[in-house]
């Protein structure tokens, strides 16, 4: 008796989630209110690189922004997601970037927090050097290891004399 009771009860489960998986399946068909996903590709970039912005939840395009770049033009490529290219400015500063995204015909914005990275430029010429020419604490180490040295020689050099004479 007991053991029908179970068997009931598992197959009347089974049955109501047999029933309830179409609705979730039309539920997931359905588009969504605004954007939901915002992809930056390169994610580290240097200044005056294009990054690709992928969006999903976007089915008629829109427009990204970031304080790193120009307000970007974003097209439908298809399905539920829009895509555009973006430059990024010469003066953009180094570091984590936001991006906002707002979706033609659709009403909240999206904003992804540290969605991409600037990297600095490196100072060129003479292997990133600053100054010209050696410093004055430049030179007085490097005179300080050449006596150093010269003591060496001289010290290794007299005892070599003195062990031929015994």
């Given at each position: 008796m007991r053991t029908t009771r179970t068997l009931a009860a598992t197959a009347t489960a089974v049955a109501a989630l047999g029933l309830a998986a179409p609705v979730a399946a039309a539920r997931d068909g359905m588009p969504p209110v605004g954007p939901s996903n915002i992809v930056?590709?390169?994610?580290?970039?240097?200044?005056?690189?294009?990054?690709?912005?992928?969006?999903?939840?976007?089915?008629r395009g829109g427009t990204a922004t970031s304080d790193a770049f120009r307000p970007t033009t974003l097209s439908p490529v298809g399905g539920n997601t829009s895509k555009g290219t973006a430059?990024?400015?010469?003066?953009?500063?180094?570091?984590?970037?936001?991006?906002?995204?707002h979706c033609t015909g659709a009403g909240r914005p999206l904003t992804h927090p540290n969605a991409f990275t600037v990297i600095g430029g490196v100072r060129g010429g003479l292997g990133g050097s600053t100054s010209t020419g050696a410093t004055p604490t430049d030179m007085a180490i490097g005179g300080g290891l050449i006596a150093v040295a010269v003591v060496g020689g001289a010290v290794f050099w007299m005892r070599r004399r003195a062990e031929k004479r015994i």
């Open positions: 930056a590709l390169p994610s580290v970039i240097a200044r005056g690189g294009q990054l690709t912005i992928t969006v999903d939840g976007c089915p430059t990024i400015d010469n003066n953009a500063r180094p570091g984590a970037h936001s991006i906002t995204v």
